[in-house]
């Protein structure tokens, strides 16, 4: 009989912890840009800040008393404390179907996947989609959490340019010389966080017929569904899609005005059942990582989506309205800036004139000198992967924009050459 000898494995000797590859190679662009900068605002000014992409940090939009009531039920009636199945509560699947359902996108209970934000929906579709060695679209400028979720999985994240002239619309020749055989996916972001823009008919039909031409599934992020401003219309791709497959992630933080609770979902749209053999599983095992959102906050839902009126919506977009218009045309006339107007989310995106502006060498400057002397606080372009603009936020009280421009209008005012 064969010796056995006893191998003795090499074990550590010290306590050298070192963080994985993938955990460093997540970036947050905000994070990385703001935090890299000591930013202090001026002492003698009270700070407005316009950065951050909360409807809840101003306190001028409270929630709705029927959300409220609806999470309070859910706790009360003492049934919403287990563990819900993976995909989310039937009866949370069956509400939002419900409600996005419509005879040219129709849904099913079946067709949802809940989730943790609509953080969490982007993510379970670039991990099911997405191999190392891969590409996504992805659009410039445009939302940091995408190429957060896919550079540290190792697929490439491909920026296609939105064109401010044409209100943030795609180049579709620039989207479409980026794709190859390794391409994964088209995300579009409709309406727009950085831009507010909000796509036409047309141009969704444009996007579509890229797509299908090269077979490629649509993420579409539509988490500002619906919030557009007066005479604008909201078309889900889904609506417009004859043959394109569709993962709409979407969630309440936005037009809920609730951000902190969390809830999302994917709207899964396959008529030709081209996700059927492989995604749709796929998806389906993603979930079992999480197990989706909250219990308390899922059974709160079906009541949200019923029962909160229109006009919780309509107070939201007037606020955003009017100061998207008060800001455009304050801003419009200041030296050195070009503001473009937007038609919805909640967010504006201006051009700096940089030439004009000889001691401040990009946006990021822009910004934190902005800070130091006005104490207003907005987001440089290169958080969106684009440099020349700066981002504001328009969900804060009118008299705050007044002051904000004033402010933006004198220091520009100062430094302008
Ligand atoms: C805020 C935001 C999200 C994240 O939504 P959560 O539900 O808070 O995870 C996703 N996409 C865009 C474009 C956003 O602006």
Redesign the pocket.
Known sequence: MAEVKAVRRPVKEEWLLEGSTESKSIVNPIRDIVDGRKLEQNPQKNLVSLSI?DPTVFGNLPVHDVMKQAVKDAVDSGTCNGYGPAQGLAMTRRAVAAHYSTPEAPLTEDDVIMS?????A?DMCITVLGNPGQNILIPRPG?G?YSCLSVPRGIEARHYDLVPDRQWEIDLDHLEQLIDANTVSIVV?NP??PCGSVYSKKHLLDILAVAERHFLPIIG?E??DGMVFKGQQFYSLASLSKNVPILS?G????RYLV?GW???WILIYDKNETFKKEIFPCLLSTTRKILGPSTILQAALPDILAKVPQSYFKNTMNVVEANANAVYSELSAVPGLKPVMPSGAMYMMVGIDLKHFPNLNTAVDFMEKLMSEQSVFCLPGECFQYPGFFRLVLSMPNDKVKEACARIKEFCTKHYV
């Open positions: 992409g943790c934000g609509c953080s969490g982007l939302f959490l972001t727009s966080n992020d988490i500002y992630c969630g309440i933080a936005k951000p969390r809830v999302g």
